[in-house]
């Protein structure tokens, strides 16, 4: 009983690291997206003048 709490606790553990991990690569390809999308945006002024 007590090793199935333990086993059910550390796949908890190692699902909440995943999505950890997962919500960090959003926000970091979220922000190279914008990023990307910023230098676009200054190139087409640059080019525009």
């Known amino acids: 009983m007590l090793l199935d709490l333990k086993m ?6 190692e699902r909440k690291q ?5 919500r960090a690569r959003r926000i ?3 922000a190279a997206k914008e990023h990307a999308a910023e230098e676009r945006r200054k190139f087409a002024e640059l080019v525009s003048e």
């Open 8 to 13: 059910r606790d550390a796949g908890v553990e």
């Open 28 to 30: 970091e390809e979220k």
């Open 18 to 22: 995943t999505i950890a991990e997962e």
